[in-house]
């Protein structure tokens, strides 16, 4: 049974830094990871998806690597905002389902 | 273009009573999750459909819980006899295919009293 985890649960930096988010998992027979950010009382917002033969995907100031082998992902967040203060999730795709982390909560302080 | 959008956006119900949730999926898309996400368990899985068909039921709870799909488009997830632990934040995504990125409508907040 996959188990995915994030560490840290929480984290709190100023507006500007650079950062990195992690996601581990135990089962490296994925197809695909993806990560997504939740704001307050809202759903989940796509940020990328990274297939199973991939090792990164860039979108914009984001970049999520993937390491299959020792069933790690990150992402990094280049250049922080007070817009980027959100719940950041990772979540694996196996057959069909995706399989989700507790999250990250981040924090940008302006 | 449009997303995916839920119904109702909050519900309170009383417990005994049955409630119907709806989705519907961004047009043309073929897969379509129901995920539950609540404080102490986070997101979980409950069903997967492609077109009309739920291939993965594994998720679902137990029997009081049922889903269809129809025209391949909207899904409606029902619970009988809701229960307080069914109190939860209930998520939809549609994918164009599976194994694709999903997008995640904002989902419905059941309270069960």
């Known amino acids: 049974k996959q188990e995915v985890t994030q560490i840290p649960a929480a984290l709190s930096v100023p507006e500007g830094e650079n950062l990195v988010l992690n996601c581990s998992f135990t089962d490296s027979a994925i197809y695909n990871l993806q990560w997504f950010r939740q704001d307050p009382g809202k759903g989940l917002t796509s940020l990328l998806l990274?297939?199973?033969?991939?090792r990164e995907q860039t979108s914009g100031r984001l970049n999520a690597s993937l390491d299959k082998s020792s069933g790690r992902s990150t992402l990094y967040i280049a250049a922080s905002q007070p817009g980027d203060s959100a719940t950041y999730l990772c979540?694996?795709?196996?057959?069909?389902?995706?399989?989700f982390g507790q999250g990250t909560r981040l924090t940008i302080n302006p | 273009g449009a997303g995916v959008s839920q119904s109702p956006s909050n519900k309170v119900t009383e417990k005994g009573k049955d409630v119907e949730l709806r989705c519907d999926p961004i047009?043309?898309?073929?897969?379509l999750y129901w995920y539950r996400q609540s404080l102490g368990q986070g997101l979980e899985f409950l069903i997967y459909f492609q077109g009309n068909s739920a291939p993965d039921k594994s998720g679902l709870p137990s029997d009081r819980f049922s889903a269809e799909r129809t025209g391949g488009s909207v899904s409606t997830l029902t619970i009988q006899r809701t229960q307080q632990e069914d109190s939860a934040v209930y998520l939809c995504?549609?994918?164009?295919?599976?194994?694709?990125?999903?997008?995640f409508g904002p989902g419905t907040r059941l309270l069960v009293l």
């Open positions: 995504a549609s994918s164009l295919e599976s194994r694709q990125t999903q997008y």
């Open positions: 979540g694996t795709q196996g057959a069909q389902k995706l399989v």
């Open positions: 047009s043309g898309h073929t897969a």
């Open positions: 990274i297939q199973s033969s991939q």
